[in-house]
Nanobody
């Protein structure tokens, strides 16, 4: 069992930056692929970025070069540094921990709002 708590969301102006944090608790967190997803009103949840246990990363095309995902296994933390934010980045951002279909966990989400 893994519990996830996100923080760091808020209101930011166009072009600004935010850093999201995800605190994980539970066993063997370092073995999980960690991801950030987002869901805007009326849209499906989408993968923003993920990082494997050996730190391989994948990004949504629209955030490449602006967002950076990282993890600190010793602290059981995952981060999403978001730069040059745009209004279309406005969404609820969720942290995910995935090992297999039976070990797939979500946080409660944190709101990110980018004003134009």
């Amino acid at each position: 069992q893994v519990q996830l708590v996100e923080s760091g969301g808020g209101l930011v102006q166009f072009g600004g930056s935010l850093r999201l944090s995800c605190a994980a608790s539970g066993s063997f967190v370092s073995r999980y692929t960690m991801g950030w997803y987002r869901q805007a009103p009326g849209k499906q949840r989408e993968l923003v970025a993920r990082i494997t246990p050996d730190s391989n990363t994948v990004y949504l095309d629209s955030v490449k070069g602006r967002f950076t995902i990282s993890r600190d296994n010793a602290k059981k933390m995952v981060y999403l540094q978001m730069n040059t934010l745009k209004p279309e980045d406005t969404a609820v951002y969720y942290c995910n921990a995935y090992f297999d279909a039976s070990n797939d966990y979500w946080g409660q989400g944190t709101q990110v709002t980018v004003s134009s």
